[in-house]
């Protein structure tokens, strides 16, 4: 089974970068499909980005795109998220969610993983 570990979240100032990792253990994190999502209190968790098992395919939120970056590292059990240009309505925990699957497919939706990370806080301050 792939357990996922969250890192790189932080404190930081609009207009900032940070970058998430995402460290798998299991051997079939190279055939999985990963996704972040993320969650602010009172609010379901909402798609962020998404990459395919080979890096082929990626899929991010509107509210994302062109300031965030999906990307994987399979040498390194690990998939990065690059967030550029924060605002204060990208804070929120996010997380990294894995599934096993062989295609083109990239889920925005929490019933399409079933594999989970802890979470990591960003704060973005104005």
């Known amino acids: 089974q792939v357990q996922l570990v969250e890192s790189g979240g932080g404190l930081v100032q609009a207009g900032d970068s940070l970058r998430l990792s995402c460290v798998a253990s299991?051997?079939?994190?190279?055939?999985?499909?990963v996704g972040w999502f993320r969650q602010t209190p009172g609010k379901e968790r909402e798609f962020v980005a998404g990459i395919n098992w080979s890096g082929s395919v990626t899929n991010y939120a509107d509210s994302v795109k062109g300031r965030f970056t999906i990307s994987r590292d399979d040498a390194k059990n690990t998939v990065y998220l690059r967030m550029n240009s924060l605002e204060p309505e990208d804070t929120a925990v996010y997380y990294c969610?894995?599934?096993?699957?062989?295609?083109?497919?990239?889920?925005?939706?929490?019933?399409?993983?079933?594999?989970w990370g802890q979470g990591t806080q960003v704060t973005v301050s104005s």
């Open positions: 299991g051997r079939t994190f190279s055939s999985s499909a």
């Open positions: 969610a894995a599934r096993a699957f062989f295609g083109t497919y990239v889920g925005t939706r929490e019933y399409d993983y079933n594999r």
